[in-house]
């Protein structure tokens, strides 16, 4: 295994169209997290999935972001209409209990 | 207002120097991480600290966590070119609720 990967590495969209995200965490961790990360600034959190249970959404996360882990390994974070401030590194990380989070390469997203 | 805060923001040092960092919080942790995080890459873990006091070593990087949870530090001794990067502390705040602080970007000159 070589970590956790993402995909795309980057994407870049117009306001209003819908996009989405992937993430393959390392395989035998059972928990899963996203977060966003601007310039100048720490990655904050979005949502966490332990297996296939999302157990906890940030407020960031508004009505326009949806995400998924279907069968507890790889997840998708979607996000409808985007809009100018969605623009940012959106990164996942996996981990089994307090071992710290192995983070994937994130992907960059702007919006036109 | 950022749950950790991180000091000094940026800093700029010659090789072979010293420096320290420092993540200080008002909440206490079940457990604290450091990253190093370089340009359009993720965060690479670096340590775990889980018990109040403990000291971890990494080669020239020693951590350190607060007796009370709530603080910890970071030190680099005989800073080199390659440690350059956003170091960034994070703490399990509420069982995987995980909050990041915003970092200290650090330039080491050679």
């Known amino acids: 295994d070589t970590g956790v990967s993402q995909d795309p590495r980057h994407k870049i969209t117009k306001r209003g169209q819908n996009v989405t995200f992937r993430c393959d965490p390392i395989s035998e961790h059972n928990r899963l997290y996203w977060y966003r990360q601007t310039l100048g600034q720490g990655p904050e959190f979005l949502t966490y999935?332990?297996?296939?249970?999302?157990?906890?959404k940030s407020r960031l996360l508004s009505d326009r972001f949806s995400a998924e882990r279907p069968k507890g390994s790889f997840s998708t974070l979607e996000i409808q209409r985007t809009e100018q401030g969605d623009s940012a590194m959106y990164l996942c990380a996996s981990s089994s209990h307090l071992v710290g989070q192995f983070f994937g390469p994130g992907t960059r997203l702007t919006v036109l | 207002t950022q749950l950790l805060e991180q000091s000094p923001q940026f800093l700029s040092i010659q090789e072979g120097e010293n420096l320290t960092v420092y993540c200080n919080s008002s909440s206490v942790f079940s457990s604290l991480q450091w990253y190093r995080q370089e340009p359009g890459e993720g965060p690479v873990l670096l340590v775990t600290v889980v018990t109040g006091g403990e000291v971890k070593k990494l080669k020239r990087l020693t951590f350190q966590f607060g007796d009370a949870r709530k603080d910890s530090s970071l030190h680099i001794t005989a800073a080199q070119p390659g440690d350059t990067g956003l170091y960034l502390c994070?703490?399990?705040?509420?069982?995987?609720?995980?909050?990041f602080g915003a970092g200290t970007r650090l330039t080491v000159k050679p």
């Open positions: 994070a703490g399990d705040y509420n069982n995987n609720d995980m909050r």
């Open positions: 999935f332990q297996n296939e249970a999302q157990l906890e």
